[in-house]
Nanobody
């Protein structure tokens, strides 16, 4: 089973940018869709963005226009470029992958450690 490791989080001021990376221990070529999720304190984990192997993308309303998801199958890595960040983007960010509908539903047996993003006002 492919292990996923998230990185790139940190403390950033509102209006700034961050790029998160999700590196897989094996090939993601056969993983139809990869997704980025986030969980803020006291809230449920939510889908931020997803991308399939054809480049089809989906974004949450809060991410549209500010975040961009991409994948590099040759590097077994998925990225989330976060621009114009806001304090409400503060959360632990996770990645995961599966079939398109599975990613939309966000139901997975296991999750990685995630990477903390903190946006100061």
């Amino acid at each position: 089973q492919v292990q996923l490791v998230e990185s790139g989080g940190g403390l950033v001021q509102a209006g700034g940018s961050l790029r998160l990376s999700c590196e897989a221990s094996g090939s993601i070529f056969n993983i139809d869709t990869m997704g980025w999720y986030r969980q803020a304190p006291g809230k449920q984990r939510e889908l931020v963005a997803g991308i399939d192997n054809d480049g089809r993308t989906v974004y949450s309303n809060s991410a549209k226009g500010r975040f961009t998801i991409s994948r590099d199958n040759a590097k077994n890595t998925v990225y989330l470029q976060m621009n114009s960040v806001k304090p409400e983007d503060t959360a632990v960010y996770y990645c995961n992958g599966g079939q398109w509908m599975s990613v939309l539903g966000g139901v997975f047996a296991s999750w990685g450690q995630g990477t903390q993003v903190t946006v100061s006002s």
